[in-house]
């Protein structure tokens, strides 16, 4: 029987083990905070990221990385995008190169800009890396609400072998060989979430972000096929479908971050309100970057990095939006 270990207690992470511990595996976690710990092995809740879900007795705790890698099958890099490099180099030499990397980060890598199936495949090279990306918020994976995700890999047979570890009933997983579209869609809509959040929060309605949703997959689109992504990968769940439900939920942190910028906080007044990591604020500045390293038109990126970084105020930023010159819709360059 599998065994999976889990580098991050967070919300997503703790919301696949729970899903793990119900199907009789065997999950442990690694967590830095000594009481996420105690509170998962004592209390079997994890309250600071998942609220009053109770946590199966065959998922256990620990504050050392070791006894999580060691003799696990699947290691799930469950951190945020900035930290994978990080925690791939702190585990280098304990994992095995028969032991499958699972990431479920979504973003680039800030600098670099590689994507992070790239980063740990440097960092891990003899080890098969797959991607778990998708409309799939925690609160309710946790609680077996009907989802469905997609997995990615340049081996495909352990794209596979992930699908069949977490698959259930209610937890549907499809493959998809398209690695760079998968990775780009799921990273990039955090920036649109974050953008409609602060639409909500000035207090603009249902036009206003149905319009940033249309644009934002426009530019989706644009940067993925430019990085060799299948302009048919973002029709799909990591694509729309993930875009769909990080810009209409309150469960999106993304979205919850953008209301609050729209209500007049800073950048790092929503995040520390928010409470965990609000990746389309690092996902912005990488994808700024890249989009100008690739010559690639991204207008709704290209105004939410000035608000963020540059003081533009959220209402001149949606005018410079609305003023641009003419053109025919059918056109996406």
Do not use: W
């Amino acid at each position: 029987m599998a065994k999976v270990g889990f580098l991050g207690g967070g919300s997503f992470g703790t919301a696949l083990s729970i899903l793990l511990g119900n199907k009789g595996l065997e999950a442990n976690i690694y967590d830095r905070e000594l009481p996420v710990v105690e509170e998962i092995n004592n209390k079997r809740t994890n309250d600071k990221y998942i609220k009053g879900i109770k946590i199966p007795e065959n998922v256990t705790a620990f504050n050392e990385v070791e006894p999580v890698v060691e003799g696990a099958d699947f290691i799930v890099l469950a951190v945020p995008s900035h930290i994978i490099r990080i925690m791939c180099r702190r585990v280098k030499d304990l994992v095995k190169p028969n032991q499958i990397i699972v990431s479920i980060a979504k973003g680039i890598e800030e600098g670099s800009l590689k994507r992070l199936s790239q980063v740990i495949q440097e960092e891990l090279p003899e080890n098969h890396v797959v991607i778990l990306s998708g409309p799939s918020h925690a609160e309710e994976v946790s609680i077996a609400i009907p989802t469905t995700v997609v997995v990615s890999s340049t081996h495909m047979e352990s794209a596979v072998k992930v699908q069949d570890l977490f698959m259930t009933e209610n937890f549907r997983i499809y493959t998809n060989d398209d690695l760079v579209g998968v990775e780009i869609g799921g990273a990039v809509k955090n920036i649109i979430a974050l953008a409609a959040g602060i639409s909500d929060g000035i207090g603009y309605g249902d036009n206003a972000k149905a319009a940033l949703m249309t644009r934002g997959m426009h530019e989706i689109v644009r940067i993925g096929t430019k990085l060799g992504g299948k302009s048919t990968t973002f029709s799909g769940l990591t694509g729309m479908g993930d875009l769909i439900v990080t810009c209409t939920s309150m469960h999106s942190r993304n979205r919850r971050a953008g209301i609050l910028i729209g209500k007049g906080y800073t950048m790092e007044q929503a995040a520390q309100e928010v409470g965990m990591v609000v990746e389309g604020i690092k996902a912005c500045k990488a994808f700024y970057d890249l989009k100008e390293k690739e010559d690639v038109d991204m207008p709704i990126t290209d105004v939410l990095y000035k608000m963020l970084f540059e003081g533009m105020a959220p209402k001149m930023a949606v005018m410079e939006l609305m003023t641009r010159d003419k053109k025919d819709e059918i056109y996406i360059d």
